[in-house]
């Protein structure tokens, strides 16, 4: 690091400069003293040597947040010499706002002192935030000469997709062998009442249903329902993506499999995830808190990779995607790719939702507000809505979903509507 | 806070020349041009603007000094050469540290170096001053050619100097 004059010495040179030119002409002395103070500004403020060292240190308050969440820098500055003025500017990367304080910063630092200085961001949208390292500028007398260099060390915060809670979770047709809180139609050990059976040898005395007892004269047993677990497989379309940076379909997409995720991993199911893009990677189904933060990891990295290679779901091994999962797939369903596989899917038996993230307000978003533009919308809405009749044709059952309203909301209605077809017939 | 005290310092040397003469329709038009020109440069916080602003003032200075064929009044260009100095500084601060956060005593730190800086300036101009009158009286009776080319040439070196201090401390920088 080494003074550099900046460009105030031209506005200085600038004023000596017409003071000693109208000095000649005018042949009056007063005009050469107006120069002078600034001649001395001039040679005052030269630098020799090299600037004072310095030491920074920074940390974040935390490495994971989730959207919309705030995280505090800390950045600790020490001056192994006095500096007189020193600034300091964080560059903020896209898609972090500033939430409180500055990412801008000047002071004046005695030698061997510190000084902490905080501010805090706030991620917009999932992400991978990388602070660089900030600039520091060490100011000489009267801003004449600066000395300037980085200080690269990044830090980084995983910005997660935020979740809702959701309460209305679709149900899966099937349930596995360990133990969860879906009420499984097999009989064993559980606490929901199922049939009622004469008393056999073995049976426990709690078990005997003493109503029953006496009013059939012989020993009867209650039986109980198990309450099982299910494998959930979250099928995330990652073929095409619309809308403007950060307010993608496939945030939105990623935002509703992170709550789904949350949500079934709650009622002790296993979740697994499978990112059908240009590059398709999954995660095996599994349960507890780290697996979460496992599959929040690859929703954070999801995104659209173009490629003109057709990868089939028959690829995935059935470990990924068992055959007695239930498989909610979450896609704005522009690629006939993808509704290809979600149809193949279904009809191979498997137990498929899949919720459609409409694209119309995200491209909306993303474009100029216009009556033409509305016109547009609105004629896209209307095409799409018969697609998705056509699709339903199909045997697929889909769920729509605006990507803004919350995903609990959506499915609650969608439970209540298939709730009541049941019940029609 | 900061621009009020810049827009007073360019009130101050706006208002110089004007004491020098007063009401005279050149001076009066290069003085309101300055402070014209320097209020959006104060306002901007743009430093070439107030440069401008700057030169027009000493243009008007000199004009006052030139039509009013006044005795030396060395004082008032004392407080104009500082002033100048002080509104260049505080305009590039102010232009530096706009929407940023400004630590605790680092406005009263800058305050201290640039009147100290600005006070060293004023002491060199009182001995420039002091030794420019007897110098002139013992030049009065030298050929005018002569001390023209004399200060021009005194002139441009001062202004050389200057330009190769700065000059060379760039070059120390390997990237400049």
Same mark, same amino acid.
């Given at each position: 690091?080494?003074?550099?004059?900046?460009?105030?010495?031209?506005?200085?040179?600038?004023?000596?400069?017409? &003071?000693?030119?109208?000095?000649?002409?005018?042949?009056?002395?007063?005009?050469?003293?107006?120069?002078?103070?600034?001649?001395?500004?001039?040679?005052?403020?030269?630098?020799?040597?090299?600037?004072?060292?310095?030491?920074?240190?920074?940390? +974040?308050?935390?490495?994971?947040?989730?959207?919309?969440?705030?995280?505090?820098?800390?950045?600790?500055?020490?001056?192994?010499?006095?500096?007189?003025?020193?600034?300091?500017?964080?560059?903020?990367?896209?898609?972090?706002?500033?939430?409180?304080?500055?990412?801008?910063?000047?002071?004046?630092?005695?030698?061997?002192?510190?000084?902490?200085?905080?501010?805090?961001?706030?991620?917009?949208?999932?992400?991978?935030?990388?602070?660089?390292?900030?600039?520091?500028?060490?100011?000489?007398?009267?801003?004449?000469?600066? &000395?300037?260099?980085?200080?690269?060390?990044?830090?980084? @915060?995983?910005?997660?997709?935020?979740?809702?809670?959701?309460?209305?979770?679709?149900?899966?047709?099937?349930?596995?062998?360990?133990?969860?809180?879906?009420?499984?139609?097999?009989?064993?050990?559980?606490?929901?009442?199922?049939?009622?059976?004469?008393?056999?040898?073995?049976?426990?005395?709690?078990?005997?249903?003493?109503?029953?007892?006496?009013?059939?004269?012989?020993?009867?047993?209650?039986?109980?329902?198990?309450?099982?677990?299910?494998?959930? /497989?979250?099928?995330?379309?990652?073929?095409?993506?619309?809308?403007?940076?950060?307010?993608?379909?496939?945030?939105?997409?990623?935002?509703? @499999?992170?709550?789904? &995720?949350?949500?079934?991993?709650?009622?002790?199911?296993?979740?697994?995830?499978?990112?059908?893009?240009?590059?398709? =990677?999954?995660?095996?189904?599994?349960?507890?808190?780290?697996?979460?933060?496992?599959?929040?990891?690859?929703? +954070?990295?999801?995104?659209?990779?173009?490629?003109?290679?057709?990868?089939?779901?028959?690829?995935?091994?059935?470990?990924?995607?068992?055959?007695?999962? +239930?498989?909610?797939?979450?896609?704005?369903?522009?690629?006939?790719?993808?509704?290809?596989?979600?149809?193949?899917?279904?009809? =191979?038996?498997?137990?498929?939702?899949?919720?459609?993230?409409?694209?119309?307000?995200?491209?909306?978003?993303?474009?100029?507000?216009?009556?033409? @533009?509305?016109?547009? @919308?609105? +004629?896209?809405?209307?095409? =799409?809505?018969?697609?998705?009749?056509?699709?339903?044709?199909?045997?697929?059952?889909?769920?729509?979903?605006?990507?803004?309203?919350?995903?609990?909301?959506?499915?609650?209605?969608?439970?209540?509507?298939?709730?009541?077809? /049941?019940?029609?017939? | 806070?900061?621009?009020?005290?810049?827009?007073?310092?360019?009130?101050?040397?706006?208002?110089?020349?004007?004491?020098?003469?007063?009401?005279?329709?050149?001076?009066?038009?290069?003085?309101?041009?300055?402070?014209?020109?320097?209020?959006?440069?104060?306002?901007?916080?743009?430093?070439?603007?107030?440069?401008?602003?700057?030169?027009?003032?000493?243009?008007?200075?000199?004009?006052?000094?030139?039509?009013?064929? #006044?005795?030396?009044?060395?004082?008032?260009?004392?407080?104009?050469?500082?002033?100048?100095?002080?509104?260049?500084?505080?305009?590039?601060?102010?232009?530096?540290?706009?929407?940023?956060?400004?630590?605790?005593?680092?406005?009263?730190?800058?305050?201290?170096?640039?009147?100290?800086?600005?006070?060293?300036?004023?002491?060199?101009?009182?001995?420039?001053?002091?030794?420019?009158?007897?110098?002139?009286?013992?030049?009065?009776?030298?050929?005018?050619?002569?001390?023209?080319? #004399?200060? #021009?040439?005194?002139?441009?070196?001062?202004?050389?100097?200057?330009? #190769?201090?700065?000059?060379?401390?760039?070059?120390?920088?390997?990237?400049?």
């Amino acid at each position: 690091m080494t003074w550099r004059p900046t460009a105030l010495n031209i506005s200085f040179l600038t004023v000596v400069g017409w &003071a000693l030119f109208l000095t000649v002409v005018t042949g009056r002395v007063e005009l050469a003293v107006v120069a002078v103070p600034a001649i001395v500004a001039l040679v005052a403020g030269r630098r020799p040597g090299a600037p004072p060292a310095w030491r920074i240190h920074r940390e +974040l308050s935390t490495a994971r947040l989730l959207e919309d969440e705030c995280v505090t820098v800390t950045v600790t500055l020490r001056g192994e010499g006095a500096l007189p003025l020193v600034e300091l500017l964080e560059p903020l990367p896209p898609r972090v706002g500033l939430e409180r304080g500055s990412n801008h910063a000047f002071f004046t630092l005695p030698a061997g002192r510190e000084i902490r200085w905080t501010f805090e961001l706030r991620g917009v949208g999932r992400q991978h935030l990388r602070l660089e390292g900030p600039y520091v500028r060490v100011w000489g007398p009267l801003g004449l000469a600066a &000395a300037e260099a980085r200080h690269r060390a990044p830090v980084t @915060a995983a910005v997660y997709p935020r979740h809702a809670p959701i309460r209305y979770l679709p149900h899966p047709r099937r349930t596995q062998t360990f133990v969860g809180n879906y009420v499984s139609p097999t009989q064993g050990a559980g606490i929901e009442p199922g049939d009622i059976r004469p008393f056999a040898p073995g049976d426990q005395i709690r078990h005997v249903n003493w109503r029953a007892t006496l009013k059939l004269g012989a020993l009867h047993v209650t039986r109980h329902h198990q309450e099982r677990n299910a494998d959930v /497989v979250l099928l995330l379309d990652t073929l095409s993506e619309v809308g403007p940076d950060g307010e993608t379909v496939v945030d939105a997409a990623a935002r509703g @499999a992170a709550a789904l &995720a949350a949500a079934y991993l709650a009622r002790k199911d296993r979740v697994g995830l499978i990112e059908y893009g240009g590059q398709p =990677r999954w995660v095996r189904p599994g349960a507890g808190r780290a697996h979460l933060e496992r599959l929040l990891d690859t929703l +954070l990295s999801a995104s659209v990779v173009f490629t003109y290679v057709n990868r089939d779901l028959d690829l995935v091994p059935p470990r990924i995607l068992p055959p007695q999962a +239930l498989v909610v797939a979450l896609s704005p369903l522009l690629d006939r790719r993808f509704v290809r596989a979600a149809t193949d899917l279904a009809a =191979r038996g498997f137990d498929l939702l899949v919720i459609a993230v409409s694209p119309v307000p995200a491209a909306r978003a993303a474009a100029r507000r216009s009556a033409v @533009a509305d016109v547009a @919308a609105r +004629l896209w809405a209307l095409e =799409r809505r018969a697609e998705l009749e056509e699709y339903r044709r199909h045997g697929l059952t889909i769920v729509e979903w605006d990507g803004a309203e919350p995903l609990d909301a959506v499915l609650a209605a969608w439970s209540r509507r298939s709730r009541r077809r /049941v019940l029609a017939g | 806070m900061m621009r009020l005290a810049a827009m007073v310092l360019l009130a101050v040397v706006a208002a110089l020349p004007l004491g020098v003469r007063p009401s005279t329709p050149p001076v009066t038009w290069l003085a309101v041009a300055a402070l014209a020109v320097g209020g959006v440069g104060v306002v901007a916080w743009s430093v070439p603007v107030v440069t401008a602003a700057g030169s027009l003032v000493v243009i008007a200075y000199a004009l006052a000094l030139a039509i009013a064929g #006044a005795a030396d009044d060395s004082l008032t260009a004392i407080v104009l050469g500082a002033a100048l100095v002080l509104l260049l500084a505080l305009v590039h601060f102010g232009g530096r540290v706009r929407g940023a956060m400004i630590g605790p005593s680092v406005i009263a730190s800058q305050a201290r170096q640039w009147l100290a800086v600005v006070g060293l300036g004023a002491v060199a101009a009182v001995v420039l001053a002091a030794v420019a009158t007897p110098l002139g009286v013992a030049l009065r009776r030298a050929t005018l050619p002569m001390v023209v080319i #004399a200060a #021009a040439l005194g002139a441009v070196l001062t202004v050389a100097g200057v330009i #190769a201090l700065v000059a060379r401390e760039g070059s120390r920088d390997p990237e400049s």
